[in-house]
């Protein structure tokens, strides 16, 4: 049973930081791509960022350098460090798995709001 649970998400000031993680049961990080999309209020869900199985690592377009995907194999954990964020960013933020190229894998969303 695969199971992704994102937490970190909060209220946080333009140009702050927030850590998101994803802890992942049922399948390994190290072996299968893991990421994050995120979703704005009336806007298709977008990818934010994906770090494959042999670690290449790709990012939005409007990430410009300010977030970093990672993965933690020992606490079969993804992280998402977000830096420099704007009021744009604000979304729903999903943890997301293809395991091996067939099937895809969501996590129930957490909040990221930026606002001063």
């Known amino acids: 049973q695969v199971q992704l649970v994102e937490s970190g998400g909060g209220l946080v000031q333009p140009g702050g930081s927030l850590r998101l993680s994803c802890a992942a049961s049922?399948?390994?990080?190290?072996?299968?791509?893991m990421g994050w999309y995120r979703q704005a209020p009336g806007k298709e869900r977008e990818l934010v960022a994906v770090?494959?199985?042999?670690?290449?690592?790709n990012y939005g377009d409007f990430v410009k350098g300010r977030f970093t995907i990672s993965r933690d194999n020992a606490k079969n954990t993804v992280w998402l460090q977000m830096n420099s964020l704007k009021p744009e960013d604000t979304a729903v933020y999903f943890c997301?798995?293809?395991?091996?190229?067939?099937?895809?894998?969501w996590g129930q969303g957490t909040q990221v709001t930026v606002s001063s």
């Open positions: 997301y798995s293809n395991q091996r190229g067939r099937n895809d894998y």
């Open positions: 770090l494959s199985a042999t670690g290449m690592k």
């Open positions: 049922g399948i390994s990080v190290r072996l299968n791509a």
